[in-house]
C-alpha cells in the first residue's frame, strides 16, 4: 500500500511538473541552435543581394535581432522554470529591485557596450566581412568582422585567431572596406643602373604599368595610375650601396584588393632593378660604379676547398644487424593518424541529408515525444472524466466534519425582562385636582409658579407603571 502511495505520488510529480522542467530544459538547448539555423537563413539572403554594402548592414541587423531573441528567449525560459519549481515571482519583485539595481550599478561597462552597439549598428559604422581596424585604450587589432552583437565584435586576424572586441573599448575604428580603397606603393629605386633619375623614373612607371596590366589585377581597379616621383633622395646606408631615389604609386581599387595590388606593384618594380638591387660592396671597401657581375664576386677565392679526412663508416648491412631487436614500425600509431582521426571526430554527424546535426534532430523529437506524453496526462476537470490516457488518478480529498461556530447572528435571542416597578398608593384627597396641566414656552410663561402632578392611580388597579414622562402644565389662556 505504500509503495502504491509511493508510486502514485511520483507519477503525479512528474505528469505535473516533470515533463514541464524537462520541456523546458530541450527549449534552452534549441535556443541557440536556432539561432545558428536564423543566422545562416540571413547570410544566404545577403549574398544574395547585389550590393555589398546593403548586404553588410542587413547581416549585422540580423546578427543583432537574432542576439536579443534570444535573450528574451532564455529570460521567458527562466521565469517559466522558476514557476514550475513553485518560486513565487511576486514575493521575489522587491529583492529583484534591489539586485537589479545593484547589476546596473555594477556593470556600467555593459550598458555602456550596449549603447556603443546601438550606435555602430544605426550609423552602420562597419558591417559584417569588413576588413576593421580598431584603436584605442592600449589596444591595434585588425581584421575580417564576422558577427556583431549589441555587446561585442568578433573580427578573424589574419593568423585565423578569433579576437572579441566590446563595443565601447576601441576608441578608433578604421574602415578599410567602405565603397573604394587606395593602392598605396612607396618604394626606393636604385639610380646606380639608370643614365639619369629621368630614366629611373621612366623605368619604375612602366614596371608598374605593366603590374597592373595582369589579367587578374586589372579588373580590380576603378581609376588610372597616378605616379608621384622623387618623394626623397636616399644616401647609401652601406659602403658600396647605390643612391636611391623613393617613388610613390598610386592607385584606386576595389575594396580588400589594395593589398594584392600592392604587392603586384612591388614585385614588377624588383624584377625592373633586380640587378640594381643585388650590388654589393667588394671587399676593399670601395664605391663601384657599375652593376657588378656575379662571377666577379668569387675571383681569388677557392669555391671548392678540399674536403677533411673522415673516418670509415660501417657497411649498412652492420649497422642494420645492430638494431634488429627495434620494435618494427606501426603505421597506426603515426602522430598525423591521430591527428587526421581528431579532426574527423571534430565534424558534427548531419542528419536528414545534412540539413539538420544528429544532435539537433535528437533534441527536436525528444521534444515531440515528451509534448505528445504531455498531452496525454492532461486532466482539464481535475475529477477524471475526459482526463489524458496516462492521466494520474485524481486526487481524493479527505472528509472534515466543521463544527458550526456560534456568531451573534445565528444566536437565539433571550426572553425579554421586563421590570415593573410598583409604587405605594397615595393617599386619598377629599378634593382632587382636576389633571389640566401646559408646558410653558419661553414666549408664554405659565401662570401657575409649579405644574401640577397628575393624580395617582390606584392601587387596586395592579397596573405596573414604569417612568413615565412629566405631564404637560395646562395652558392657562387655552
Given at each position: ?91 521575489a ?23 556603443a ?84 623614373v ?17 579588373p ?35 575594396p ?47 669555391r ?39 579532426q574527423?571526430?571534430?565534424?558534427p ?41 496516462l ?35 397615595a ?34 388597579e395592579?397596573a405596573s ?14
Amino acid at each position: 500500500m505504500l509503495f502504491a502511495y509511493i508510486v502514485e505520488e511520483a507519477w503525479r510529480w512528474v505528469a505535473n511538473t516533470g515533463i514541464n522542467l524537462a520541456l523546458l530544459i530541450i527549449l534552452a538547448m534549441l535556443v541557440p541552435r536556432a539561432g545558428r539555423f536564423a543566422n545562416r537563413v540571413a547570410e544566404r539572403r545577403a549574398n544574395a543581394l547585389s550590393d555589398s554594402d546593403e548586404s553588410k548592414s542587413q547581416l549585422a541587423i540580423a546578427g543583432v535581432g537574432i542576439y536579443i531573441a534570444q535573450a528574451i528567449a532564455f529570460f521567458l525560459i527562466l521565469v517559466f522554470f522558476l514557476q514550475e519549481v513553485g518560486f513565487s515571482l511576486a514575493g521575489a519583485a522587491i529583492p529583484a529591485t534591489v539586485v537589479s539595481a545593484a547589476i546596473g550599478f555594477g556593470a556600467q561597462n555593459i550598458i555602456a557596450d550596449f549603447l556603443a552597439g546601438f550606435f555602430i549598428l544605426t550609423e552602420k559604422q562597419y558591417g559584417v566581412g569588413d576588413f576593421v581596424t580598431f584603436e584605442g585604450n592600449g589596444i591595434e587589432v585588425s581584421g575580417d568582422v564576422i558577427q556583431i552583437t549589441m555587446r561585442a565584435t568578433q573580427i578573424r586576424t589574419m593568423e585565423q585567431s578569433t579576437i572579441s572586441i566590446p563595443n565601447s573599448t576601441a576608441r578608433i575604428c578604421i574602415n578599410q572596406s567602405n565603397y573604394w580603397a587606395s593602392a598605396v606603393v612607396v618604394i626606393p629605386v636604385p639610380l646606380l643602373g639608370s643614365t639619369s633619375a629621368d630614366e629611373a623614373v621612366a623605368r619604375s612607371e612602366s614596371a608598374a604599368r605593366r603590374a597592373l596590366n595582369r589579367a587578374d589585377i586589372r579588373p580590380k581597379l576603378l581609376d588610372d595610375l597616378t605616379v608621384h616621383p622623387a618623394v626623397d633622395v636616399n644616401p647609401p646606408a652601406t659602403v658600396g650601396m647605390p643612391w636611391t631615389l623613393d617613388m610613390r604609386f598610386i592607385v584606386r581599387v576595389e575594396p580588400l584588393s589594395q593589398w594584392m595590388v600592392e604587392r603586384a606593384i612591388r614585385l614588377s618594380v624588383l624584377n625592373e632593378f633586380w640587378e640594381e638591387y643585388g650590388s654589393a660592396t667588394t671587399i676593399e671597401g670601395t664605391r663601384l660604379d657599375h652593376v657588378v657581375d656575379h662571377t666577379e664576386h668569387f675571383n681569388g677565392v677557392d669555391r671548392y676547398p678540399p674536403t677533411e679526412y673522415m673516418p670509415p663508416v660501417s657497411p649498412l648491412s652492420t649497422q642494420r644487424s645492430d638494431h634488429d631487436d627495434l620494435t618494427p614500425a606501426d603505421p597506426d600509431a603515426d602522430p598525423a593518424t591521430d591527428v587526421l582521426a581528431d579532426q574527423e571526430k571534430a565534424m558534427p554527424r548531419m542528419a536528414f541529408g545534412g540539413a539538420l546535426r544528429l544532435s539537433t534532430a535528437l533534441l527536436i523529437g525528444a521534444f515531440i515525444i515528451l509534448l505528445i506524453i504531455r498531452g496525454l496526462t492532461l486532466d482539464p476537470d481535475g475529477e477524471g472524466a475526459g482526463s489524458g490516457w496516462l492521466a494520474p488518478p485524481p486526487e481524493t480529498p479527505t472528509s472534515e466534519t466543521e463544527v458550526p461556530v456560534e456568531t451573534s447572528e445565528t444566536r437565539a435571542p433571550a426572553p425579554a425582562q421586563t421590570q415593573t416597578q410598583t409604587r405605594p398608593p397615595a393617599p386619598s384627597t377629599t378634593a382632587p385636582t382636576a389633571p389640566q396641566t401646559s408646558t410653558p414656552t419661553p414666549a408664554q410663561p405659565s401662570a401657575q409658579g409649579e405644574p401640577t402632578q397628575p393624580p395617582a392611580p390606584n392601587a387596586s388597579e395592579g397596573a405596573s407603571i414604569s417612568e413615565a414622562p412629566p405631564a404637560e402644565a395646562a395652558n392657562p389662556l387655552g
